[in-house]
């Protein structure tokens, strides 16, 4: 059937706003550039014009034919997981097709005070079509602006599954009115109650899932922040026990010296040359220090070191990296920290494993521990088993810093152990 310029101009801005509520729902990758939004609107809003002339409205094979213009886009540009690319493409044709039905009955009530969609279709089509259009504008931005306040790029898993699983019942109440509707087997305010009440609470789950994210999130930024005090006040310590022992240390050899001095103007060399075995030997029984070109990972590296000595842990350094880390200080502490900790507190054997080498452009640290056991099959998610105050901070402080810090990780087993991997800035 012919189309007019009207319908061409309004499934171009219907592509805008969808394409529009999608990239600022996700984080887009730095490839996507303007050039391709235009682009994804274009090829959306064609896609809608020929599926319009040719297929018709057909409920469910509509659905997938929409998903099939904007999920493939989502999958290539943005971030997070693919079941939330998924879940979103659908939500917003679901979103879409609700709010276009709540309001051609509303419209019919306020206009002729009962359901006369072909009526008010034919006698106000304009201006009901725009009205969808900016209901829908507005709503997803809303959607979209919650969703932003959210630092993770991801979703967490049982927060997604919660939305497929209320998607797939709203989805059921929204069809099954639809058809009673159509029908006209109930009573038609009792419908139009429900359509709108389905649409506000399509809504609210959403915001209440996205405060309760922003919630933890907040609970995670706080005990981060309590790290970084802790981190910052003992790098201070440090600094000033390292500058009292190179004091002592200065004034020590001064002392040698001089009487080395007065050895061997005195012609005792046998004395002299017993004074410098002596001090050698003194030298080697310190305990080793781990050197690396960055102070604070110097400072995390003979701190752990120290505590897996106490508990007759053994632990093996590989260190290779040049170039200073772009990542803070503060944040590179709790990072490494962090991974180390759980390293020793969970470690089933004697050997824990650092290494820190340069990556390309990033830095990369792995982190290992002996398992007696798979952790990962019986905990994959990594959630913490104590009950004590301060402790499951650990796991989302290592991945709210790594992906602040364009970063990644990765969790995996191999040989026995279990490693933790992290590639940042």
């Keep these: 059937m ?25 984080q887009m990758k ?9 682009l994804w609107v274009i090829f959306g809003a064609v896609g809608v014009t020929i599926m319009n002339i040719y297929l018709g409205y057909e409920k469910y094979f509509t659905f997938l034919i929409s998903l099939g213009l904007y999920f493939p886009w989502l999958l290539v540009f943005a971030k997070g997981s693919v ?7 659908l939500f917003m044709i679901q979103l879409n097709a609700t709010i276009i039905t709540t309001n051609l009955i509303l419209g019919s009530f306020i206009v002729y005070h009962g359901i006369e969609m072909a009526k008010i279709l034919s006698e106000h089509y304009e201006v009901v079509v725009i009205l969808c259009r900016l209901v829908y504008l507005v709503i997803s931005q809303l959607i979209a602006h919650e969703r932003r306040k959210l630092k ?4 967490q898993t049982t927060v997604v599954a919660g939305f497929a699983v209320f998607s797939i019942a709203s989805s059921l109440i929204y069809t099954s009115l639809e058809d009673i509707l159509y029908l006209n087997s109930v009573n038609l305010v009792d419908v139009a109650v429900a359509l709108s009440g389905l649409l506000l609470l399509i809504i609210s789950v959403f915001l209440v899932f996205f405060k309760l994210q922003v919630s933890n999130e ?30 002592k240390m200065r004034h020590d050899l001064k002392h040698l010296l001089s009487h080395m001095e007065f050895l061997l103007l005195e012609n005792r060399e046998e004395e002299a040359l017993e004074l410098v ?10 305990q080793k220090v781990i050197l690396t070109p960055n102070e604070v990972v110097n400072y995390i590296l003979n701190t752990k070191n120290s505590v897996a000595l106490e508990k007759n842990l053994s632990m093996r350094f590989i260190i290779n990296f040049q170039r200073e880390p772009k990542i803070p200080d503060v944040d590179l502490a709790i990072l490494l920290g962090n991974a180390i900790d759980n390293a020793i507190e969970n470690c089933a054997g004697e050997s824990v494993e650092v290494r820190i080498e340069d990556k390309n452009e990033y830095l990369h640290i792995v982190v290992s521990n002996s398992i007696a056991k798979s952790v990962l099959k019986e905990n994959v998610n990594l959630e913490t088993t104590k009950k ?25 087993e191999k040989n026995n152990r279990f490693f933790c991997s992290i590639l940042i800035k």
């Design 277 to 286: 075995r002596s001090h050698y030997k003194s030298v080697q029984t310190e």
């Design 30 to 38: 730095k490839s996507f550039t303007m050039t391709y939004f235009i």
């Design 83 to 89: 079941l939330e690319k998924g879940y979103i493409s």
């Design 2 to 26: 012919p189309i007019s310029i009207f319908d061409l101009t309004i499934n171009v801005v219907e592509a805008v706003i969808f394409v529009l509520f999608l990239t600022r729902y996700f």
């Design 218 to 247: 907040k609970e995670i930024e706080n005990e981060l922040k309590i790290q970084s005090l802790n981190y910052q006040t003992n790098l201070n310590e440090v600094a000033l026990e390292v500058n009292r022992e190179t004091s």
């Design 152 to 155: 993770s790029s991801s979703l």
């Design 388 to 412: 004590q105050k301060g402790h499951g901070y650990g796991i989302g402080s290592i991945k709210e810093i790594a992906y602040r810090n364009d970063g990644n990780i990765e969790f995996y």
